[in-house]
Every structure is written in C-alpha cells, then in structure tokens.
C-alpha cells in the first residue's frame, strides 16, 4: 500500500471520470484522441494532459481509490474483475487534479511530475452498467500509480460484460 490520495464515493454522468495535468481538460467525447495507439477501451491515456476513465454506472456514485505507489504494484487480487495498466507523464510545472463530468466535481491531487505506470482495477461494472441509476455504490475502482518506464498498455483482466464492450467499442485502435 501507498500514499491514498483519494478514496470516496464520486458522483458523476456519463461515467466520466478524468485525471488532468493541464487546464482545460476532460473528455469531449473524442474517443480517437484519448484511446489512440491503445488496445483498452476503459481508460484513455493518449493525450498528454491527462487520462479519460470510463466508469460503468451512467449517473450516480462509484468508490474511487487513488494510491501512490513508491514500487510496481503487485499481483492483483481476484477480487478485481477488469484490469488495465497504461502509462502517463505527468509534466513538470502542472496542477495534477481528478474531475468528474464537466468539471462539476474536482480535488487536486498530490502526483509529483514523472513517469507512472497506472493500474486500474475494476469490479461491480455489470452491476453498474445495469443498475446506472440506482441507489448506492455498485461499482468500485482502485488506481494505482507508480514511477515506471513508459510501455504500450495492457489488458490484464476482463471479466465483465461491460468491460469486454468497452474493450471491442473503443479499443484496438493500435
């Protein structure tokens, strides 16, 4: 375990869930810009001034974990059904930060500038795609950076419905 930098329940829409480096910044849509070059088609680290997380539930809370790691994370736990890891650069001089839909919820979060390796771990996102409108969380997600090498990015599980959508919709762009 890490430094927490952030672990709550989010609310958002769309399942928009972005780490900026740079102002503006959030998903527009532009799935192209965010997923090129990548296989995963759950979290876009393509553009340089951050990364476009795709959470299940289309309204509503999901518990959002952010740990920094001073080492490679280890094996993951079962218990995490979906599994991608990407790389990032976080420039020197930026205000790293994590924003929901539009921007309507933000925190800045504590990353010094480098090079990250960053795993997210997914579980709940059937019951979330299914139940987007329900009350409470069902669906959970864990991030981890740690200073790494820069690598194309990898699948590491799929055990969702929801997950292997995503992966085939947004995906495969390489």
Do not use: C, K
Request: glycine letters at 12%; proline letters at 5%; a negative charge.
């Amino acid at each position: 375990m890490g430094t927490v930098l952030l672990d709550q329940v989010i609310e958002t829409d769309y399942g928009q869930f972005d780490l900026g480096w740079d102002v503006p910044f959030g998903f527009d849509g532009n799935f192209d810009r965010f997923f090129a070059g990548q296989l995963n088609g759950l979290v876009g680290a393509a553009d340089s001034n951050g990364v476009y997380l795709n959470l299940a539930r289309r309204s509503g809370g999901s518990r959002v974990r952010i740990e920094l790691l001073e080492h490679a994370a280890g094996s993951a736990s079962e218990t995490w059904e979906d599994i991608v890891e990407v790389s990032v650069v976080v420039p020197e001089g930026s205000h790293p930060r994590w924003a929901s839909w539009a921007g309507e919820n933000w925190e800045p979060l504590p990353i010094p500038a480098g090079r990250y390796r960053l795993r997210v771990s997914a579980r709940g996102r059937d019951a979330g795609s299914d139940g987007e409108f329900e009350e409470g969380v069902v669906d959970t997600y864990l991030l981890e950076f740690w200073p790494a090498a820069i690598e194309p990015d990898a699948v590491l599980r799929v055990g969702s419905q929801d997950a292997a959508y995503w992966h085939d919709e947004v995906g495969g762009r390489r």
